[in-house]
């Protein structure tokens, strides 16, 4: 059964403080690594895909990184409004069709 | 473009009640999905389509759970009877077409089954 798993669960920095949150994955044939964002009482904001082994993506503050194993989303200089749940997930096998992890809470404080 | 659109926002019932779910996906989408979010287990996919027909409803938890999408702007999730384990987030999400991985998601409906 593909898994993917998030760590922390939760995260508080302080602004400027910078981190990474960890996505490890286990699944057979990865198609593609998603990282999304997720705002209280709202859905899912796409961030990034990665589709290979060393594959970089930045986003303002963001990076996302993959290995074979695991992806990470770096948070440089974090700001307050950088505070949300983080998602990773899994594609595999059938096109379309996401194996998500339960996610990162990060508050970000002034 | 106005996004996914679900409704109602939240929805509070009594357990054996019937819910339905409503979502509009993106206009030209082709792809269209249904999942669950709960603090144990996260996101769940239950179902999805593509160009109108479904495709996989393997995470669909159990009989008393239905979706259709009778044309390429409108599906419903429907639950008949409901129980109080139902409860989470449903949401809605729609992609360009079935190898587009990109998800737009819908603002979810709230459900509180008593």
């Known amino acids: 059964e593909d898994q993917v798993t998030q760590s922390p669960e939760a995260l508080r920095l302080q602004e400027g403080e910078s981190s990474s949150l960890n996505c490890s994955y286990t699944v057979s044939g990865l198609r593609g690594l998603f990282w999304y964002r997720q705002d209280p009482g709202k859905g899912p904001e796409f961030l990034f895909t990665l589709y290979s082994a060393g594959e970089e993506k930045e986003k303002e503050r963001l990076k996302a990184t993959l290995t074979k194993k695991e992806s990470f989303l770096h948070i440089t200089a974090p700001k307050p409004e950088d505070s949300a749940t983080y998602l990773c997930a899994a594609q595999t096998g059938t096109a379309s069709k996401l194996t998500f992890g339960t996610g990162t809470r990060l508050q970000v404080t002034l | 473009d106005a996004g996914v659109i679900q409704s109602p926002r939240h929805e509070v019932t009594e357990m054996g009640q019937e819910v339905t779910l409503r979502c509009k996906p993106i206009?030209?989408?082709?792809?269209l999905f249904w999942y669950r979010q709960t603090m144990m287990r996260g996101l769940e996919l239950l179902i999805y389509f593509n160009n109108n027909v479904p495709i996989d409803d393997s995470g669909m938890p159990e009989d008393r759970f239905s979706a259709k999408m009778p044309n390429a702007s409108f599906s419903t999730l429907k639950i008949q009877p409901s129980e109080p384990r139902d409860s989470a987030v449903y949401f809605c999400?729609?992609?360009?077409?079935?190898?587009?991985?990109?998800?737009?998601f819908g603002s979810g409906t709230q459900l509180s089954v008593l």
């Open positions: 206009s030209g989408h082709n792809s």
């Open positions: 999400a729609s992609s360009l077409h079935s190898t587009n991985e990109k998800l737009f």
